[in-house]
C-alpha cells in the first residue's frame, strides 16, 4: 500500500516536472495494469432518496460483470466495473460521468437512477459511447446512443388494466401520484388506457415529491369518491405513506389499489396490515419463478449469503445491463455508435425476468401483475412480451 | 480552625492565568460588616468573585464557618449560605420583579417580602414588569432584596449603590445593619462613603491586587480613606 | 359531502397536533436554551425503531414509550457531554455540531438496521365513530395523548417554576449560578428532555409512516417552519406555529392541491424568516 503510494507520488512528481498535466500520473501507471480490461461505468444510488437500492444494485452489477466474464467477457476483453454515485444532483452526476470518460476511460456506462440525472449525464456523454438506462421511467426519450431497458407506463398499463378490472368493484378509478414528470406522464397515458376499457377517471391528487407529505386529505376525498380503483404513481416513503392511511382509514375492503411502482423494499414498509388488495405492475419480482431468476437469485445467495440485498425492478436491471452489453457487442464486433446501435436493434437476450426484445432503443419485455399477500408478491398474471410502442430511431 | 466566620486566605487568581489579585487575606468574624475600598481595576470586583466561587483561585483557601468551600460552584456555596449579589447584570432582565424574587421559591409566594417592600415601594408597584425596564439603581435595590431575602449567614455584595438616590442608599444602610444585628456577617465593595460609614465595623483597602489597609472603622478617617481613593 | 367536511375537520386537527408533538423536544431546545438541535428528527427516528424493535419483541406497545425516553435520554445525555457543552451552547456551533450528530446517528442505524423500509403495525387497530363519522381509532387515541401532553406541559411550563429559571439561566447564566440554580444540570436536563421527548414523538408517528434511516430529514422542516412562525421559547407560539403551519397545509391540501400547499407553507416561512424572525409569539 505505501509503496504504491510513494510510486504514485513519484511519477506524479516527474511527470509534472515534465510539464505534464496532473492527470498524466495515473496515466504512467495504468500500463502496468491490464492494458485490455473493459471498463464500464456504472452510476448507482448510493446516497440521496433512492439510496436504499445502493446495495442491491451494486450487488446486480457485479453479478452481471461475473456472469459476463465466465462467458469470455465483451469483445474478448474481461469487464470491470468503476462505480460512481447517482444519488447527487444532476450536475454532480454528470460532473462523475464526465470523469468516467476522461479520467477512468471507461467504454459505455449503465445508470439506474432518476431521469432529471438521466438527462444530466445524456448531455455530457452526447452519444459518444454506449449508455445503457435501466429502471422504470415514463418513455418519450430518444437521445442517441442511449438504450433503455426499463418498463415503459405503456407497458405496465395496457395489458394489466382490463386484468385488475376482474377484482374491481367497478371501473372508476382515482389517480394519485408524485408531482413529477414519471407520474404525470403514467397517468397522462393511464387516461387513454381507462378511456378504451370504459372507466371514468373520478379525480386526480399530485403530492410534491421529496416533501413531508400526509395522506389524510386525499384519503379522505376517496372514501367519499368511493373509487373502484386507485392508480397510484408514489414513489418510496409517499407511497408507504399512502397506502398504510388508506388502510388505516379501512378501504382495502372495497377498494382495489393498483400501484406502478412498488416493490419489495416499498412493501415491507407498507407492512401486512396495510397490503390488502394492493396490486403491482412491473417487470421483475423478485419471486417469480422462472429457472434464469432462480439461478440470478441463487448466485447472490452464494455471493452474499444471508447479507444478499433485496434485489427488485430497479436494481436487477443493471443485470440485465450486462447480458444486453455482451449481446449486442457479440453482433457489432465493436463499442462504436454507430455499429452498437445496429446490432441492437432486433437483439433478443435472456435476463432473470425472461426473454427481452431491443426494439427501438426500447425493450420489450414479461409484465407481471402481482397482489400483495401480507409482505410478499404473488403473481397473479404474466403477459409475454409486451411492446413499448416508443418509436425511436 | 482560626477566629473569623468567613475566611479569605492568601488569595492569589483572575481571569484565566492572569494574577489581578495577589495573597489577600480577610477575616469576617460574625456579624461583622467589612468594606472593601479602593481605587477602580484594583481587583476588588475579582476578589469577591474568587471568595463566592465564580472565580477559581490561583492559590490559597476560602472557609465558611470552618469548612473549606475554595473552588465549589456558586450554586453550592449558596446552599451552605454564602449569598452574593453582583456589581453587573444584577437582575434577570427578561423576568418579571416578582419572577426574580420568586424564581427558587417552591410556592412562588412572596409574603415574608413585604418589610422590604414597605422600605422601596417602588419595587412592589412593579411587581408585574420585567426587570429589565427598571432603572439601574431601580435593579440594584432589587438586588439586594433578593439577596438579604435569602437569609444567608455571610453576604458579599459587590457595589450595591452605583445609580441608588441618597435617601435609597441610607435605606439600604438600614437593612443591612439590621441584618447584621440579627447576626449575618457582609463584605460590601463599596466606593460610596455614605454607605460605608453607616454600616461599616472594620475598612479593607486594596491597591494593586494587595490589600494596603486594614483597621477598625473607628480607627480610619475619612481623610485617610480619601488619599487611597485618589491617584 | 358532508361527511367528507367532517372528516377533513378532523384531518386538520389531527395534523395540528401531530405537528405539535413531533415539534415539541425541538421547540424545548430551541426556545429555552437557544441550540437548534438538527438532529431532532434523527431522535424521533430512533424512537420510532425503537417502538419497531420493542413490537418485534412481542412486547406491548406501551412499552415502546419509556423505552425511546430512555433511548433518546442516554443519547442525548452523551451528546450534551461530549458535544453541546464543551460548544458551551453556542448557537451557531451546536447547529453545526448537530447536524454532523445527524449525519453519525443516521449512519450507526443505517449499520444496525439497513437502509430498507420497516414497518410498525398499527398497535390499536379498527375505527371509532367520532360525531357519526368513522375514524381511526389509532389516529384518534394519538390526538388524545398529544392533546393531553399539550396541555399538561402547558400547566407545568405555568406553575412550575423550572420554565422561569431556565428563561433566567439563558438570560444570565453567572447570576443564576448566584441565584442558586445549578446551571449546568438544569441545561442538561432541558436538553435531554428535549431528546427524550423526541423520542416519544418517534414512537407515536412509527406506526403511520415507514421507518427507514431517513426519516427523520422529513420531521426537521416542517418542525423548523413551525417555530419560525410561531416564535420561540414560549407555549403560544408552539400552538401557533403547529397550527398554522399543520392547518394551512391541511386545509390548503384539501381545498386547492398538495403542491400548492407545500409551496404555499414554504412561502410562509420564507416570509417570516424575512420579515418577522423572531415569530408571532417569541419570548420577550
Redesign the interface.
Known amino acids: 500500500m505505501l509503496t504504491s503510494f510513494k510510486l504514485t507520488r513519484r511519477n506524479f512528481v516527474r511527470a509534472a516536472s515534465a510539464g505534464a498535466l496532473a492527470i498524466g500520473a495515473p496515466a504512467i501507471l495504468r500500463p502496468a495494469m491490464a492494458a485490455d480490461v473493459l471498463k464500464i461505468g456504472v452510476l448507482v444510488a448510493d446516497s440521496g ?1 433512492a ?2 437500492f ?2 442491491a444494485q451494486r450487488a446486480a452489477a457485479e453479478l452481471g460483470a461475473a456472469t459476463v466474464n465466465a462467458k469470455g467477457g465483451i469483445l474478448g476483453r474481461q469487464v470491470a466495473i468503476v462505480f460512481a454515485d447517482a444519488g447527487a444532483s444532476p450536475a454532480e452526476v454528470a460532473k462523475s460521468a464526465v470523469k468516467l470518460m476522461l479520467s477512468d476511460k471507461v467504454e459505455m456506462i449503465f445508470g439506474s437512477h432518476d431521469s432529471a440525472v438521466r438527462q444530466g449525464v445524456e448531455n455530457v456523454v452526447k452519444g459518444k459511447l454506449p449508455y445503457v438506462y435501466t429502471p422504470v421511467f415514463e418513455g418519450d426519450d430518444c437521445s442517441p446512443n442511449v438504450y433503455f431497458l426499463g418498463e415503459v407506463p405503456e407497458q405496465e398499463l395496457q395489458k394489466t388494466l382490463p386484468k385488475l378490472l376482474e377484482f374491481a368493484k367497478g371501473k372508476t378509478f382515482y389517480l394519485v401520484g408524485n ?1 413529477y414528470v414519471w407520474a404525470r406522464t403514467t397517468n397522462e397515458k393511464a387516461k387513454k388506457y381507462i378511456g378504451e376499457i370504459g372507466g371514468k377517471v373520478v379525480a386526480e ?4 415529491l421529496g ?4 395522506f ?3 384519503v ?2 376517496i ?2 369518491e368511493k373509487p373502484s380503483v386507485v392508480l397510484q404513481t408514489l414513489v ?2 409517499d407511497n ?2 399512502f397506502n ?2 388508506f388502510a ?3 378501504l382495502s375492503d372495497d377498494i382495489v389499489r393498483l400501484s406502478c411502482l412498488l416493490e419489495e ?2 412493501l ?7 397490503s390488502k388488495n394492493l396490486y403491482s405492475s412491473l417487470g421483475y419480482f423478485a419471486d417469480i419463478d422462472l429457472p434464469e431468476n432462480k439461478t440470478f437469485i441463487g448466485e447472490l445467495a452464494k455471493k452474499y449469503g444471508d447479507k444478499a440485498p ?1 434485489q427488485c425492478t430497479i436494481s436487477k436491471g443493471l443485470y440485465d445491463a450486462f447480458i444486453f452489453a455482451s449481446a449486442v457487442a457479440a453482433k457489432s464486433k465493436s463499442l462504436g455508435a454507430k455499429e452498437f446501435a445496429a446490432a441492437a436493434e432486433g437483439i433478443s437476450f435472456e435476463t432473470p425476468s425472461g426473454p427481452m426484445t431491443m426494439t427501438k432503443r426500447h425493450t420489450t419485455k414479461n409484465i407481471f401483475l402481482a397482489r400483495c399477500d401480507g ?1 410478499k408478491f404473488t403473481v397473479i398474471d404474466t403477459f409475454s412480451a409486451v411492446p413499448t410502442q416508443q418509436s425511436c430511431t | 480552625m482560626t477566629g473569623g466566620y468567613f475566611e479569605i486566605e492568601k488569595i492569589s487568581g483572575g481571569y484565566g492565568s492572569g494574577r489581578v489579585v495577589r495573597d489577600v487575606s480577610i477575616s469576617i468574624g460574625r456579624g461583622e460588616v467589612v468594606c472593601l475600598l479602593g481605587r477602580n481595576g484594583v481587583g476588588k470586583s475579582t476578589l469577591a468573585k474568587l471568595a463566592c466561587g465564580f472565580l477559581r483561585p490561583l492559590s490559597g483557601a476560602v472557609r465558611l464557618a470552618g469548612h473549606e468551600i475554595t473552588g465549589a460552584r456558586p450554586s453550592e456555596n449558596l446552599a451552605v449560605g454564602l449569598t452574593y449579589c453582583p456589581q453587573e447584570r444584577v437582575v434577570f432582565d427578561d423576568l418579571t420583579v416578582a419572577e426574580n424574587l420568586s424564581l427558587m421559591r417552591a410556592n412562588r409566594r412572596l409574603d415574608d417580602l413585604d418589610r422590604y417592600f414597605q422600605v422601596f415601594p417602588r419595587l412592589s408597584e412593579r411587581l408585574r414588569q420585567h426587570a429589565g425596564t427598571l432603572s439601574g439603581g431601580e435593579k440594584k435595590l432589587l438586588s439586594l432584596v433578593r439577596g438579604l431575602a435569602e437569609g444567608s449567614d455571610m453576604i458579599v455584595i459587590d457595589e450595591p449603590t452605583e445609580g441608588v438616590q441618597f435617601e435609597n442608599v441610607v435605606r439600604m444602610a438600614e437593612l443591612i445593619v439590621a441584618r447584621k444585628n440579627a447576626g449575618a456577617s457582609f463584605l460590601v465593595v463599596e466606593q460610596n462613603l455614605t454607605l460605608v460609614d453607616r454600616i461599616a465595623d472594620r475598612i479593607v483597602i486594596m491597591d494593586h491586587g494587595e490589600v494596603v489597609l486594614s483597621a477598625a472603622a473607628s480607627e480610619v478617617d475619612r481623610e485617610d480613606i480619601l488619599t487611597h481613593l485618589t491617584v | 359531502m358532508e361527511t367528507l367536511l367532517l372528516t377533513q375537520v378532523i384531518n386538520v386537527v389531527y395534523e395540528v397536533l401531530i405537528l405539535a408533538i413531533i415539534v415539541l423536544g425541538l421547540a424545548v431546545v430551541m426556545g429555552l436554551l437557544n441550540v437548534l438541535n438538527i438532529a431532532h428528527g434523527e431522535f424521533i427516528m430512533i424512537g420510532a425503531y425503537t417502538a419497531y424493535v420493542v413490537q418485534k419483541s412481542g412486547l406491548p406497545y406501551v412499552l415502546a414509550v419509556p423505552a425511546a425516553a430512555g433511548v433518546c435520554g442516554i443519547i442525548g445525555l452523551v451528546v450534551e457531554r461530549f458535544l453541546i457543552r464543551p460548544l458551551r451552547y453556542e448557537p451557531f456551533e451546536t447547529l453545526l455540531a448537530t447536524w454532523g450528530l445527524g449525519l453519525l446517528l443516521r449512519k450507526l442505524v443505517e449499520l444496525g438496521f439497513g437502509r430498507g423500509y420497516r414497518s410498525v403495525e398499527i398497535p390499536v387497530v379498527g375505527s371509532l365513530n367520532f360525531f357519526g363519522e368513522a375514524y381511526p381509532t389509532y389516529r384518534l387515541v394519538l390526538m388524545g395523548v398529544s392533546a393531553s401532553v399539550l396541555a399538561g406541559l402547558f400547566l407545568w411550563y405555568r406553575r412550575a417554576p423550572t420554565g422561569a429559571r431556565i428563561r433566567a439561566m439563558v438570560g444570565n447564566p453567572v447570576l443564576a449560578e448566584a441565584v442558586g440554580i445549578k446551571t449546568r444540570e438544569l441545561a442538561r436536563n432541558t436538553f435531554v428532555t428535549g431528546t427524550a421527548m423526541a423520542g416519544i414523538a418517534g414512537v407515536m408517528i412509527a406506526p403511520l409512516t415507514p421507518v427507514e434511516p431517513f426519516m427523520g430529514l422529513a420531521f426537521i422542516v416542517n418542525s423548523f417552519f413551525a417555530l419560525v412562525v410561531g416564535g420561540m421559547g414560549t407555549v403560544a407560539g408552539l400552538f401557533a406555529g403547529a397550527g398554522i403551519i399543520g392547518g394551512l397545509q391541511s386545509v390548503l391540501s384539501a381545498t386547492v392541491n398538495p403542491t400548492t400547499a407545500y409551496l404555499a407553507m414554504l412561502f410562509l416561512s420564507i416570509l417570516f424568516l424575512w420579515q418577522r424572525p423572531r415569530g408571532l409569539f417569541p419570548r420577550p
Open positions: 432518496p439510496a436504499l445502493g446495495p408531482d391528487d399530485y403530492y410534491p416533501a413531508p407529505n400526509k389524510e386529505n386525499t379522505a376525498k372514501k367519499a418510496g416513503g408507504v405513506n398504510r392511511t388505516d382509514f379501512n423494499n416499498t415491507m414498509g407498507i407492512g401486512k396490515d396495510a433485496q409482505t
